[in-house]
């Protein structure tokens, strides 16, 4: 494959077209194998390679150099990654592609997949036949046989509270439950997330139900691209029914033991017996904006996958610009295709730049302090990830903001 051309004036392509297009063509050798019915204690010796050959390799990856910080030594994640959202560069991975539980993580590819579908003033009156299937214990909203809501009330309810119950009425109006897990498997082989074996649209507990912090990004990634998606996953609270709901990402959220994370704004968190607690996070600072994903701490403190995401995230911050990327997040299917196409052009692995294709970034804002508690709030902050497909490449050359959290957050 020939070398990528150099874009001109820092356009942001999606990293090199080597590493994307590796996904694309990989043989299958480097797929990911058969999902086992549960994780072992330790990662497989060899592990998928989408993304960048290091990133199949067990334990953590990272290129530490003269400027670059040391990472946090107290990290008890069976698997974790820090990229950039923009490049999509990985800065640091440690078993990226190990196939784990998701828990409700997984609903980021349920709500990618099916949010589109519903205009969000969509009423629907829930029937018995909607809530079956649930497993026993699922985390709910308080959905109701009989009540109508809107396909608003029920995102806020599958974001916010994670609701298993929100998820069976949404696959319900999708076609059912079966069919809803059918699209899902589509959409996650298009986006490349080839360690993900779907068998629940809720991310409940399941046979052979696994992912990856590798494709969970992926999957936030490419949620946050949809405007109402950024919307509800970094809505902190809102009124549910006659009472109110109130997010259980505690980086957004707070509690007693994890103050609201500097910049956060989303994305989703998960916690089932078998998963243990797993969480997506994208944040941004100064204009650079990242995402974290942390699968099941080995540590069982209160809040510590939330604790070792916010870890995660400063070495990050600290590190972007000064380490090399150990891989990189590829782009859909049809997207990677069209890069090896004559006249598409990436860079290798730029994550600062104005834009290509004559586009303007929209103006963005820095994040600042918080108030008399000291937490940091991301303004309408900006990143990257626009893709525009049909022109026939996977372009990041345009900034979405990401939603300003002091117009939701409850005065004080």
């Not at 649209?201 to 109402?228: E, H, N």
């Not at 006249?343 to 692995?349: H, L, V």
Request: glycine share 12%; charged share 15%.
């Amino acid at each position: 494959m020939p070398a990528p051309k150099k874009t001109v004036r820092g356009s942001l392509l999606v990293t090199t077209a080597t590493l994307l297009s590796l996904a694309a063509t990989a043989p299958a050798a480097l797929a990911a194998p058969t999902p086992s019915t549960s994780p072992t204690a330790t990662p497989p010796a060899q592990m998928s390679q989408v993304g960048g050959a290091r990133l199949g390799l067990p334990g953590t990856q990272v290129n530490l150099a003269d400027g670059v910080p040391v990472l946090p030594k107290d990290l008890t994640a069976r698997s974790w990654l820090i990229s950039d959202a923009e490049s999509g560069e990985i800065l640091a991975a440690h078993n990226a592609h190990w196939q784990l539980p998701p828990a409700s993580t997984l609903k980021m590819l349920f709500a990618d997949t099916v949010l589109p579908r519903f205009p969000k003033t969509t009423e629907h009156k829930v029937a018995p036949t909607d809530l079956a299937g649930m497993g026993v214990g699922s985390s709910v909203v308080g959905i109701k046989e009989g009540r109508t809501y809107t396909v608003h009330d029920l995102w806020l309810g599958v974001f916010l509270r994670s609701g298993n119950d929100a998820v069976h009425v949404l696959s319900a109006m999708n076609g059912g439950v079966a069919q809803t897990v059918r699209d899902m498997q589509d959409h996650a082989d298009d986006l490349q997330a080839m360690d993900t074996h779907v068998v629940s649209p809720d991310g409940y507990d399941a046979p052979k139900q696994v992912s990856s912090a590798y494709d969970l990004t992926l999957f936030a990634r490419s949620g946050l691209q949809k405007k109402d998606f950024r919307d509800y996953c970094s809505t902190v609270s809102a009124k549910f029914g006659s009472g109110e709901i109130r997010n259980t990402n505690r980086l957004l959220s707070g509690d007693t033991d994890v103050p609201v994370y500097q910049g956060i704004a989303g994305v989703k968190n998960g916690n089932t017996t078998n998963a243990g607690a797993t969480f997506t996070g994208v944040a941004e600072r100064n204009g650079k904006v990242l995402l974290v994903t942390v699968m099941n701490p080995e540590k069982h403190d209160h809040n510590e996958v939330y604790k070792e995401t916010a870890k995660l995230f400063d070495w990050g911050f600290q590190a972007a610009g000064k380490v090399k990327a150990v891989g990189a997040l590829v782009p859909p299917k049809n997207a990677a295709q069209s890069t090896a196409q004559p006249g598409a052009t990436a860079s290798a692995g730029q994550a600062e730049g104005t834009g290509g294709s004559g586009s303007k970034p929209v103006a963005s804002a820095t994040a600042g302090g918080g108030g008399s508690s000291g937490v940091g709030i991301a303004l309408a902050v900006a990143g990257g990830l626009l893709v525009l497909l049909g022109g026939g490449a996977f372009l990041v050359n345009r900034r979405w903001p990401l939603p300003d959290l002091m117009r939701r957050r409850p005065r004080s």
